[in-house]
Nanobody, 113 residues
Framework: QVQLVESGGGLVQPGESLRLSCAAS????????MGWYRQAPGEQRQLVAT???????NYADSVKGRFTISRDNAKKTVYLQMNSLKPEDTAVYYC???????WGQGTQVTVSS
């Protein structure tokens, strides 16, 4: 059974940074397109960023220039570096194998002064 485990969330002040990690139990991890989503209270889950097996990335307009998605295939891990965080980035962040129903449990990110 494929598992994704996120970590790295927390409480930070506006302007600070966090790095989220998502470790996968599956192989071949390198073949999967991976993504990060987020869901704020009362809102639908939103796609934040994706990365293909070759490293091509895409971002939601709201995070372009502030967030960076990357992957380490040897470690079966995908990362989300989040800089210049804003209160509106507050949400539960989920890792996903794109086009599948494989999700992590989520990690809470709270940006507040």
């Amino acid at each position: 059974q494929v598992q994704l485990v996120e970590s790295g969330g927390g409480l930070v002040q506006p302007g600070e940074s966090l790095r989220l990690s998502c470790a996968a139990s599956t192989s071949p991890f390198s073949l999967y397109v991976m993504g990060w989503y987020r869901q704020a209270p009362g809102e639908q889950r939103q796609l934040v960023a994706t990365i293909t097996r070759s490293g091509t990335t895409n971002y939601a307009d709201s995070v372009k220039g502030r967030f960076t998605i990357s992957r380490d295939n040897a470690k079966k891990t995908v990362y989300l570096q989040m800089n210049s965080l804003k209160p509106e980035d507050t949400a539960v962040y989920y890792c996903n194998i794109i086009s599948t129903n494989v999700w992590g449990q989520g990690t809470q990110v709270t940006v507040s002064s």
